[in-house]
């Protein structure tokens, strides 16, 4: 075994293994095991890879190497012609189902091979095997190799496979171990089927499954779940409660006294959905995510301005940013409902989120309150009233002065100019009102006048 | 409603009864619809008149027929224009409209006779000297509403004819009624303030209720059917003593969202198919740095009894931004809190909110839901506590029968899924999900040897959908909610 040479990738060793085995209709079985690891413990592919060859076809000792990719040519698995591992890279961008792995050592300088003791190549992990030492049906021999870049992954995927399958061997649950040689001259044999030894604490136990049996009963209940216990001077708590049994516990109430609170922004929000609701206006509830465009565009304005959160792996436009306002999705509500009766008064009062660098995270939520009317007329004057009636709710008189609540004219892209105010409560904006602009309108497929009120209810807490 | 036309029928009525009413729209010469008016409310002033339902047959003229009843049969006008020394079949044919047909009838009726040897083609001469046209007889009489001397047979060949056309109508048999009066008096609706004032409501007869109709609903806004649900779950909680966690934070780090909650930083949770990351701001920058190193150390050699992951744990992938994939990231934040306080005190904790998935969507699945989670921490908490307050939790809920099976989570051990017996499904149905957190999870938070965690969660659409009966979450949640079903959803009561 020589060493794999190159820093730039992980591959550390090689496991090798040895199953004598009858397949029949276990071959099915033994590929879709594979299938399963390399999906999941093995993170398709990227911490180990595993390759299992018919060992009659091949001769040890086989060498884990990294050559770079033109020096490296063979009859890839199920190709009737040589290829060099550039070119077999090249073919296999086209592999609905090996392309996703091609990355994972792609741009590498060097690429991993195994080959035995006449330079046949058995596999090109964590890609290919080699078409020479395929295993047919007819395969009693099966030698099992497996590379990764963590080594408690690889062991714990050795162990798995030939624990599975040696019960198919033609004398059941036998094993032939392999020497692995590393780069350093040191050698380990593997598999290793190492037994781990746990000492337990029988009362500790007792206590944490909430139960009172003695040490004998216990050790009892682990061998029977496979974890073979004696008792010694002091006895997993898991095992014991399964072995017990979930069901037969005793079900009591835990003695901790606490007095509850709720989260004050929560108790606001449902206090005032209750009134919003009755004066009229029906909740809606909304998503957190949508696109760029629903924050920008459709409301006529600059997403650069927006301050907004992105997503960096959305699966479609509709989860691109964390929303910076309600208002599109209410108007998207309104859409849907285009066929019931007007006037529509929608509502909904839930967080919006905006960068934010004085946090951890850097970004925060805000909770804001939306309201929007959706007639014939357009109803400035009913979604102004809302907001006098919030602010009659929280005790913020009407002032022309900061000693309360006013509107302010104001400008904002989104609302028909002239038509717009800025929401000021002891002098500061928390938030507009006014007539939607007829482009806004238009964008979200309405074609009705509109009225709308947004606000950072947090502001008023 | 003492009009003119009611006096008339009433009037008519009492001297002729009974009285078919288009036999009497005839009479009266009113519309008949007019006279069935009138028949409907005299019945609503209670039994002035009996009127019985029947559905009548008649016929009226088609366009054709019309023209027949103007002009002649097609075989009158063509015998008709024929004259006495008769005339070439072709010339015929082009002296009448629809003269082929009346050609055939007229044959048939043996008025007319044709001579195909003639010379210079087939002449055609009248066969009898006059003939009377009933045909058009019969049509006049139909048009004036008659039917008298036409036979059941000359009816069916007009119909074939399409000449006439049947219609069908409802007319009512009229007779007096047992408070059969000539002189309907005027039948209030309401009472007014003026016939309160001056008394006049005792002498008034009001007109009867439909009590079967429904009443006018009133306008009014309503609260959203999922966060009714909300709402009741967050009250229940508040009973048992449960504080709520500020949840208030979508975007969470990678470090709190998983790695505190000892979830391997190779999980396939951590993937991006099921973890929405972000871009921009991309990283977290703040960590409890100790706190940190204690969790990197638990991951990648372990500790506290526990052999760890034995990986290299990466700062980098803790740092990565998310947005959190569960509540259980606050949970972890809360019990860090708790952890850092001079002295431990127990707590009870509860939150509602959402959580993000980047999962495949259906029916039942969008890449946002909301997440309710219970969590106590406390001295010698048991594997039996939890399944008593989760049975308390759901009691309230009115669910009695549960179950519970063993399954794995990474930062619960044990770990065991609720089922509760279904009794419209007829079956175990997975409700929750609970565990108590693991030693890995709470010791590098700095939480005294000894206090246990216990923690259940469940989501918030999947009870709403089964008790509301939605079969399609787009429907209760999103742009595309249904309002007509949120005007009509009754208030929430989980229990009933």
Same mark, same amino acid.
Request: net charge positive; glycine share 0%.
């Given at each position: 075994m020589s060493d794999p040479g190159s820093s730039c990738y992980k591959y550390l060793l090689d496991y090798t293994n040895i199953l004598r085995i009858i397949f029949q209709d276990r071959y099915k079985s033994f590929i879709d095991l594979q299938d399963k690891l390399h999906q999941n413990i093995c993170r398709r592919r990227t911490l180990v890879a595993i390759g299992t060859h018919d060992l009659d076809s091949i001769q040890g000792p086989f060498i884990y190497d990294a050559k770079p990719p033109t020096d490296i040519k063979f009859k890839a698995l199920n190709q009737t012609e040589e290829y060099t591992a550039v070119e077999l890279m090249q073919l296999y961008s086209g592999d609905s189902h090996l392309k996703s792995y091609?990355?994972?050592?792609?741009?590498?300088?060097v690429y991993p091979v195994i080959y035995d003791k006449n330079s046949v190549v058995l596999s090109m992990p964590p890609i290919i095997n080699g078409e020479h030492s395929k295993i047919t049906l007819e395969t009693r021999n099966v030698f099992i190799e497996c590379t990764a870049t963590d080594l408690t992954k690889a062991k714990i995927v050795l162990d798995t496979i030939v624990t599975m399958f040696s019960q198919y061997c033609d004398e059941p649950f036998i094993v032939e171990q392999a020497e692995v040689i590393k780069p350093d001259g040191t050698s380990v044999i593997y598999p290793e089927l190492a037994y781990r030894h746990e000492i337990v604490n029988v009362d500790d136990i007792n206590k944490k499954v909430g139960i009172n049996i003695d040490g004998d009963r216990m050790a009892r209940l682990l061998t029977k779940m496979c974890l073979e216990s004696e008792v010694i001077d002091g006895g997993k708590n898991l095992h014991v409660a399964i072995a017990y049994g979930y069901n037969n516990l005793n079900w009591t109430i835990p003695n901790t006294n606490t007095i509850s609170n709720q989260f004050p922004l929560n108790k606001l929000t449902d206090l005032m959905r209750q009134e919003i609701a009755a004066s009229g206006f029906t909740e809606v509830l909304t998503f957190a995510l949508c696109s760029r465009d629903d924050i920008a565009d459709k409301l006529r304005q600059d997403i650069k301005t927006r301050n907004a959160v992105q997503i960096?792996?959305?699966?479609?436009?509709?989860?691109?940013v964390a929303r910076t306002t309600l208002l599109p999705g209410i108007l998207k509500t309104i859409y849907h409902n285009?066929?019931?009766?007007?006037?529509?008064k929608l509502f909904e009062i839930s967080d919006v989120v905006f960068k934010d660098s004085k946090k951890d995270v850097g970004s925060r939520n805000e909770r804001h309150l939306c309201a929007v009317n959706y007639s014939k007329s357009s109803g400035f004057e009913i979604i102004h009233g809302l907001l006098d009636r919030i602010m009659q709710l929280l005790e913020i008189p009407p002032s022309q002065d900061n000693s309360g609540y006013k509107i302010k004219a104001a400008e904002d892209a989104t609302y028909f100019p002239g038509r717009c105010a800025d929401i000021m409560v002891h002098g500061k904006s928390i938030g507009k009102l006014g007539v939607l602009h007829p482009e806004v309108i238009t964008t979200f497929d309405l074609n009705l006048p509109c009225a709308a009120l947004e606000l950072n209810l947090e502001a008023l807490k | 409603m003492a009009d003119d036309l009611t006096s008339r029928v009433l009037k008519y009525l009492s001297e002729n009864e009974p009285i078919d009413s288009y036999e009497l729209s005839k009479i009266l010469e009113q519309d008949h619809q007019k006279i069935v008016g009138v028949i409907k409310s005299l019945q609503a002033s209670g039994d002035i008149i009996d009127a019985k339902q029947q559905q009548n047959k008649s016929y009226e003229l088609t366009d054709e027929g019309k023209q027949v009843a103007d002009g002649g049969s097609h075989e009158a006008r063509v015998y008709n224009a024929i004259p006495d020394d008769g005339i070439s079949q072709a010339e015929l044919m082009k002296s009448v409209p629809n003269a082929k047909i009346g050609f055939s009838k007229a044959m048939q009726a043996g008025w007319i006779q044709m001579d195909k040897k003639a010379e210079g083609g087939a002449k055609v001469t009248k066969k009898i000297d006059g003939i009377v046209d009933v045909v058009q007889e019969c049509m006049r009489k139909i048009e004036n509403l008659s039917l008298d001397g036409i036979s059941d047979n000359q009816k069916n060949e007009f119909k074939k004819r399409k000449l006439v056309q049947e219609i069908k109508f409802t007319s009512y048999i009229l007779s007096k009624g047992p408070n059969f009066t000539l002189s309907i008096e005027k039948q209030e609706v309401e009472l007014t303030p003026l016939m309160i004032s001056k008394g006049t409501w005792k002498g008034t007869s009001f007109k009867e209720y439909n009590f079967n109709a429904l009443g006018v609903m009133p306008s009014s806004g309503h609260l959203h059917p999922l966060l009714k649900v909300r709402a009741e779950y967050r009250q229940i909680f508040l009973e048992m003593g449960f504080t709520e966690m500020p949840t208030n934070n979508f975007i969470e780090s990678s470090f709190w969202n998983f790695d505190t909650l000892f979830q391997p930083q190779q999980h396939p949770a951590r993937d991006a198919h099921d973890t929405f990351f972000i871009s921009d701001p991309a990283t977290a920058e703040e960590f409890p740095m100790d706190y940190l190193e204690r969790v990197k150390k638990v991951h990648s050699e372990g500790g506290y009894g526990s052999q760890g992951y034995k990986y290299d744990w990466s700062l980098d992938e803790a740092k990565k931004n998310i947005l959190?994939?569960?509540?259980t990231a606050v949970t972890a934040r809360m019990l860090y809190q708790v952890a850092q306080q001079p002295e431990f005190k127990p707590v009870k904790y509860f939150s509602i909110d959402r959580v993000f998935r980047n999962e495949n969507l259906d029916a039942t699945h969008l890449a946002e839901f909301h997440q309710i989670e219970g969590v106590v921490a406390d001295y010698g908490l048991t594997l039996g506590d939890l399944i008593g307050i989760i049975n308390a939790f759901f009691q309230k809920l009115g669910i009695t029968k549960l179950r519970f099976k063993p399954a794995y989570n +990474?930062?619960?051990?044990p770990s065991m899924e609720v089922f509760s017996y279904h009794e419209g499904l007829k079956k175990w149905v997975e409700i929750g999900n609970s565990g108590i957190f693991r030693p890995e999870m709470l010791l590098p938070m700095g939480l005294p040897e000894g206090v246990n965690a216990i923690a259940w969660g469940l989501s918030l659409e999947r009870p709403t959908m089964i008790k509301y009966k939605i079969d399609n979450i787009r429907e209760l949640i999103g +742009?595309?909610?249904n309002l007509q079903m949120v005007y009509d959803n009754p208030v929430c009561r989980l229990d009933k």
């Open positions: 091609l990355p994972i050592i792609q741009d590498k300088p960096a792996n959305p699966k479609t436009l509709e989860f691109q285009k066929n019931m009766p007007l006037p529509l | 959190r994939t569960h509540t +990474p930062y619960t051990e +742009p595309k909610v």
